[in-house]
């Protein structure tokens, strides 16, 4: 099953599928080399920011292993109803990236010898304006 990797940088996001399995067994704050997930990316150095697994649970820092698990959280990290006081069981998946992941998220850490906007032209291009048009004049 192809991983779905987005890259961060500074705002910016860039997306590609990749079908080998380098990054199986690595962990949430790993470093991971560029050349290791496509050869383009050579000079790259990446950390592996996050992700999420084929059912969309996401994969926890807190967990250990790769199994799902109910967390009690708080306000902050998952929760969408930030009342204060209020308490939600997540589940979430451990921290090993493993064949159920469906998505990595990697944050960049050095730059390699081209621009990712360079790597990836189709992406991230600006949207072109459409024009407004005036409604037609009423009939009399």
Request: hydrophobic fraction near 35%; glycine fraction near 10%.
């Amino acid at each position: 099953m192809p991983f779905k990797i987005v890259i961060g940088d500074k705002g910016k996001a860039w997306k590609l599928e990749i079908d080998n399995e380098n990054l199986v067994g690595k962990s949430l704050g790993d470093k991971v080399q560029g050349k290791e997930i496509k050869s383009d990316l050579e000079g790259y150095e990446f950390e592996i920011a996050g992700g999420s697994d084929i059912s969309g649970f996401p994969l926890s820092k807190e967990v250990p292993g790769l199994a799902l698990k109910a967390l009690l959280l708080k306000k902050g990290w998952g929760m969408r109803d930030n009342y204060p006081g209020i308490k939600r069981r997540k589940t979430v998946r451990g921290k090993v990236i493993s064949q159920s992941t469906s998505q990595i998220n990697l944050k960049v850490l050095k730059h390699g010898h081209k621009h990712l906007h360079e790597l990836f032209p189709e992406q991230n291009q600006p949207k072109p304006k459409t024009e407004v048009k005036a409604p037609a004049p009423a009939a009399a």
